[in-house]
């Protein structure tokens, strides 16, 4: 499947599946916050490193601050 993750605001993020290896196309319907959008990857099948990996890419700072806030 190809993810894409987009920042759209401090807290919140959008996705998009698509083909040519989605089992389905999918989106998300507004901007989620960041645990909602993991756990709606999660459940179409994603793995956690590969949106963890890709929710990092989009913003480069959630990592730290989540390192920062253990």
């Known amino acids: 499947m190809t993810l894409t993750v987009t920042k759209v605001s401090e807290a919140f993020y959008t996705a ?11 989106r998300t319907t507004e901007p989620l916050r ?10 179409l099948g994603f793995h956690q490193i590969d949106v963890g990996d890709l929710i990092n890419e989009a913003d480069r700072k959630w990592l730290n601050g989540a390192l920062e806030q253990r």
């Open 16 to 26: 998009v599946v698509s083909s040519p290896h989605a089992r389905v196309e999918w």
């Open 34 to 43: 960041m645990h909602q959008l993991c756990d709606q990857l999660l459940a």
